[in-house]
Nanobody, 116 residues
Framework: QVQLVESGGGLVQAGGSLRLSCAASGRIIFDVMGWYRQAPGKQQRELVATTYGNGRTTYADSVKGRFTISRDNAKNTVSLQMNSLKPEDTAVYYC??????????WGQGTQVTVSS
């Protein structure tokens, strides 16, 4: 059974930093790993950052230059370093992994709250 477990969320003041981590367990090699977030009152999750098996990374325009995604394939982990946090970054952040069979997996989410 494949599980994704996030950690590292919390409360931080605007301008501060947080690092989110996600560890995958189970027999799987992910093609794509990434982070999504769901802001308060919004029904849809927003793609924040993605890392592909070939090393390519993509970012939402709203986080470019502030967030950095990294991946350790040996440990099957993905992290998100978030700097210069803004109140509008407040959301539940979800780790996501897509296997080579295109099966998608989600973590349970971790709350990030940025106070002004």
């Amino acid at each position: 059974q494949v599980q994704l477990v996030e950690s590292g969320g919390g409360l931080v003041q605007a301008g501060g930093s947080l690092r989110l981590s996600c560890a995958a367990s189970g027999r799987i090699i992910f093609d794509v790993m990434g982070w999504y977030r769901q802001a308060p009152g919004k029904q849809q999750r927003e793609l924040v950052a993605t890392t592909y098996g070939n090393g390519r990374t993509t970012y939402a325009d709203s986080v470019k230059g502030r967030f950095t995604i990294s991946r350790d394939n040996a440990k099957n982990t993905v992290s998100l370093q978030m700097n210069s946090l803004k109140p509008e970054d407040t959301a539940v952040y979800y780790c996501n992994g897509v296997g080579y069979s295109s099966t998608r997996y989600w973590g349970q989410g971790t709350q990030v709250t940025v106070s002004s």
